[in-house]
């Protein structure tokens, strides 16, 4: 099944059991579905709980929100994470500090969700991966979508935590297939951490044998397999590689043990340089592991660019699965 | 459903705020009230002017103390604006949300007649309906909410009265906004959107003719009533002062924000009679006279003299006391995350 | 100044675009065209038609590379639309500032008539007028500038106005906006700086009562003539697909935007009939037939077949020719920082 | 002279010297100039170029925007810096990337001003100190208000790069002194960096005489030299302090040398926990002076919190001078 499909199916299955949640987004009513057919067959299904708005980003979560603080559960998509810049404000400043502002705890079951990402040829204001912008604001969670983990499970631990959040969604996932029954591959097997089970492990025999860790959410979990294999192939080095579902607040501690047995712990994800979620990562493993890490964490991050439209120039901004395999064989080499 | 006039004390329900002018009689009966224009006072009921003057002297006290440092933070008293809420009071009910905003201590009251519990927020003491970590802009309350940034509490508005159609038909959400906040674009895409969803959302605007420092035709082209328009949303201008005249006028118009699922915006042609927040007016001294001559407290005290004298000093002596009281007290405690 | 009548190849002003019934021959001569009926097409320049005719098999030639694989990324074609820009072309001066937005082919080709320059951008080829790093939404050229977030460049056309007042009097600004974009606070945000700078914008709004798959009945509550109204901005409607007619009618409102610092929004009931990009249209027969109805290259074929004749096989040639050229080029090469 | 009143001046000196330059904000018009009298004097001076206008916080960075693009200098002050959120896409999505997305490099001198940070009771949308959320958006530059640099030639070197940048203020500068004459208090003396100018180095006597580097800009500056004091008073600790006026992109590398001397470094900024400041400041000097550094880069912060309104509550929840001191003193001990 396409992560596509599973998304779909999760917010069926979500609109079916919590009478109380509502999906509203830009373009999403049958029979068009959402500019990712992610939404298809919702309105049609829960009409007076599934909305398609006008195009007003800010307006949208800030309706979600209010639903959220009435008490329902508000989904909003936004059509193109990227516009979600338009709607900054209502999610930091209102929806995130709302929970503890009023001196109480304040429930507020928001989720937007973010299709980001490049490689399709959008241009740069269609294609970015904007996640690191929205961490470390009190009350706010990230989530990433991921091939490895059925998205209701995904989307029920998010709103039972009724505190706002923002799923990011490659959009490249949504014609990828989901893995399941352990497989990835003919050479890649994937299993849940058994200290973080939101943690996805993509291992070559035994998850507990290898000299480097990957970490790596979302979109870029299949350019770290390709990585995965192509170190092992081609330069005989054993990764595992975890996929997380939740950015921030990042868990590091189960994973510490994981983390502390390898000889490179790398991060690779999709935003271009400069305050990424992998500088975040690292800062918790530098604290914590001190003493254990060989040599700093190694980031993977796209360039330090806009992202062109043209296919040729968009690759060479763009984080790829050699991009992954060269920082580790150079972080080897130090 | 709301019951107007268990509230009203007077036997006026503002038709006489029609001009001398006007000879038929049965119209000046029947008719509603203008409230579009200023017109003369009527008599209040003890509840109405209790709560005026409570507002008044609660706002009054918060500049003393700031005068005298006893307050931290900022704060934006709606002196001369009292009678706006105090009027919508009776219309709204328990289960309407409300959304305020910077300019809100009025609203809170109207809603809770809870100075104690906002004196404490705003000095950060026990007993502070927020814990003392909102302060004078973020209150929460059951259904009522305020913030500080402008304009962002409307697509949130429109949001509650989502859930409200679903949820519990024929209640509404209210949202306070000045005229200075119609610079903001939230402000259109909620307005886009209640129409479009029909959803029961009033509109209250305090046009005071200032934001901050701005006069609003520095800030504003165009006018309220056209941006109601252009969404093809429902439009009711209140110059008028009086509270029977003004909720009398605007009951029906209420019921219709209920019943009919139809938006409102209703423009109140209000006068800021203090700084913005604690001193900083730069208005001009016939600004300011101008401001004060549509103040409800002189115009009340001058029309109706003893029943404002029978409450005004007794309602500042409350609040005196309250203010001795919550002074008094030790620091709020939080609860929440300090991690 | 714009000489309006340069580029105007037939003795029509579109003054007859009145309908029969009109029978007061001054007034027929004298009057202004009726903008806001469509009306009989009238004979086109050579010119014009010309550019129509190229922004057509343009388009036509985008949508074939797509569905040959040709292209990455996405487009939205203006099929349907192309007459807007074209009417405007000569009313507009090359000092003038003009923001498009994701449907801006035409408005680029109108502007420079640059097919080639315009194709290798969205192709990535040498050539290509942003190095092929903006592509088909994100176009820099000269005063000229696209970009793909709805309602954005509206508050930035402000700005551009504003340099334009000090550094340039009489240039004026023209942003193309959608219907579906007045969904954005930006718009709101811009028009009311606008008015209130007297800041010479034209806002050009095509209004093709649909916003990507969604009918303006779902995204828009009012009208546009209300919105602009609300900013006590200045309005005209056209529903006129005759090139002449919409060209002659706006030259004076445009001049009294160089001239009396006045904003303006042109309302063009306009007809998008291709798909929002590439093949996503889920419009029912009947409205796509309606669009088709209005499209002005079906009911120029009609009117003028000859003339029509005489240019449509040969445009449609070139810009085949330019294609294959532009194919045939090298990867555009960006010297751009990719550190 | 009070940084208000530099910075006030500078701008004055910014209009007279630049015929191109404008002013846009709300409420700056004299005779109020400005929620903070930072534009006192300049709407009288300068009508046509300094504009109060409406509360429209997306929109004033819009035409600030259109006016660089046009060939103009402008700059914007945001009233609060909170209120920035509303403005983040137009500073991320549309001037910061016009500077390269059209394939050619486009001037855009556009400076968005934004007072930030708490200790004045305002409550959580008046006291935020966001800059980390604007940290790695291609093409746009983060400035820090300094009361060691003289705010011209700080505004003057923004503008002469001609990209988006915004310029954060902690507000409790605008009522503090100028350090002038290389004289902090009795104790403490600054210079410039002789690597770096823009950054102003404190120190008790010798500035190449130190066991530890605090890295902290702007109002974090007064905290931290009164932890220089205290760690040297009350724990013979000898501190150096470097105070930047840069934040991003962060030049590392002049000040290496001056870093790999230390014990501990400590970075300290009033931005609540999650992606800060620090976090990408100890990313860079993690990689480069791996093999040098006793422990890592010690971030100091605010909790991850909502900033209460309450002084006593505020207190607890923002970075003091002690706070500084205490992380220092820990990391010793680590
Ligand atoms: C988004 C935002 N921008 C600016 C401010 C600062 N501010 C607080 S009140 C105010 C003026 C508001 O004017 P108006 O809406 O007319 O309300 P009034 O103060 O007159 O009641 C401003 C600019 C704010 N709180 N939020
Ligand atoms: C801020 C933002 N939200 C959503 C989109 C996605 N989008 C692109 S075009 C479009 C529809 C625009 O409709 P309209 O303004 O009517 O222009 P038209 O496509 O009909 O020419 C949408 C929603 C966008 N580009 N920007
Ligand atoms: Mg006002
Ligand atoms: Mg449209």
């Given amino acids: 099944m396409r992560v596509a499909e599973n998304l779909n199916q999760s917010l069926h299955s979500l609109l079916e059991a919590e009478p109380r949640a509502y999906v509203l987004g830009e373009d999403i009513a049958d029979p068009y579905g959402g500019a990712f057919k992610v939404t298809k067959g919702l309105s049609d299904s829960y009409p007076g709980r599934v909305l398609t708005t006008p195009i007003s980003e800010s307006g949208i979560v800030g309706a979600g929100a209010g639903l959220a603080l009435a008490g329902d559960v508000a989904i909003v998509e936004i059509m193109f994470g990227d516009f979600v810049a338009l709607a900054f404000d209502q999610i930091v400043n209102f929806a995130s500090k709302s929970v503890s502002m009023y001196g109480r705890r304040v429930p507020m079951p928001l989720v937007a969700r973010c299709p980001m990402g490049g490689r399709r040829g959008y241009g740069a204001t269609h294609s970015q991966s904007l996640q690191k912008h929205f961490i470390g604001a009190p009350g706010l969670s ?77 979109g870029m979990a299949h350019r770290a397999c390709e990585a995965v294999r192509d170190l092992l192939v081609e330069e005989e080095i054993t990764a595992l590689l975890l996929v997380p579902t939740r950015l921030y607040p990042f868990a590091a501690e189960p994973l510490l043990g994981t983390l502390g047995a390898a000889d490179v712990i790398c991060v690779a994800e999709e935003g271009t340089a400069g305050g990424t979620w992998g500088a975040e ?45 060269q920082a580790v064989v150079e972080a080897l080499r130090d | 459903m709301t019951d107007v006039s268990v509230e009203t004390r007077g036997t ?45 002297h609660f706002e009054r006290k918060l500049l003393d103390l700031f005068g005298q440092g006893e307050l931290n933070g900022t704060t934006h008293t709606c002196l001369g604006q009292e009678y706006v ?18 300019r809100g201590h009025g609203h809170y009251l109207s809603r809770f007649r809870d100075p104690a519990g906002l004196l404490a927020e705003i000095m950060g003491r026990e007993g502070a309906v927020c814990s003392g970590v909102g302060g004078s802009q973020h209150i929460l309350r059951d259904r009522y909410l305020s913030t500080g940034v402008q304009g962002q ?105 209920r019943e009919q699922r139809s938006p409102l915006v209703v423009e109140f042609v209000t006068h800021r009679v203090g700084p913005h927040s604690k001193g900083d007016d730069t208005r001009t001294r016939e600004q300011l006279a101008h401001a004060r001559e549509h103040d409800w407290y002189r ?37 929440g995350s300090c991690a």
């Fill in chain 1, 142 to 218: 990230l989530y990433e979508l991921s091939p490895f983990r059925d998205s209701y499970e995904l989307l029920s631990e998010i709103v039972e935590r009724e505190e706002p959040a923002m799923l990011f969604e490659d959009k490249v996932l949504y014609t990828s297939q989901m893995f399941t029954d352990g497989v990835v591959d003919d050479l890649l097997s994937f299993d849940r951490h058994p200290q973080a089970p939101d943690v996805a492990r993509v291992f070559v025999d035994d998850p507990d044998r290898y000299d480097v860790v990957l970490i790596a959410a979302g």
């Fill in chain 1, 281 to 325: 990562v690292a800062q918790q493993l530098h604290q914590r592991l001190w003493g254990t890490l060989r040599r700093p964490v190694r980031l993977v991050h796209s360039a330090d660019s806009v992202i062109p439209s043209a296919a040729h120039l968009e690759e060479r901004v763009l984080v790829s699965g050699d991009t992954i395999r």
């Fill in chain 2, 12 to 56: 006026n329900t503002g038709a006489n705020t029609n001009t001398e002018a006007d000879t038929d009689a049965t119209a000046t009966v029947n008719a509603p009230p203008d409230l579009t224009a200023v017109g003369p006072l009527t008599e209040l009921a003890d509840d109405d002017l209790e709560l005026l003057l409570l507002i008044r």
């Fill in chain 2, 85 to 102: 809420p105090v009027s919508l009071r009776p219309l709204l009910e328990d289960r309407d949300f409300v959304f305020s905003n910077h």
């Fill in chain 2, 153 to 257: 509490s409307l697509p949130v508005a429109v949001g509650a009265g989502l859930h409200q159609l679903r949820a519990d038909p024929g209640a509404l959400v209210c949202a306070f906004i000045g005229d200075g906040t119609w610079g903001e674009g939230a402000v259109y895409e909620a307005l886009n959107m209640a129409q479009l969803w029909r959803v029961p959302l009033l509109v209250a605007v305090e046009h005071n003719g200032i934001a901050q420092s701005t006069p609003a035709v520095a800030n504003m082209a165009g006018t309220i009533e056209g941006r109601a328009a252009a969404f093809g949303i429902r439009y009711q201008r209140v110059a008028s002062l009086d509270v029977n005249a003004v909720r009398t006028g605007l009951a029906p118009l209420v019921h219709e924000v």
């Fill in chain 2, 299 to 335: 115009l009340y005290g001058a029309a109706f003299p003893e029943h404002f004298e029978s409450w005004d000093g007794k309602v500042r002596a409350e609040v005196d006391e309250i203010a001795r009281d919550v002074a008094g007290r030790p620091p709020a405690v939080w609860s």
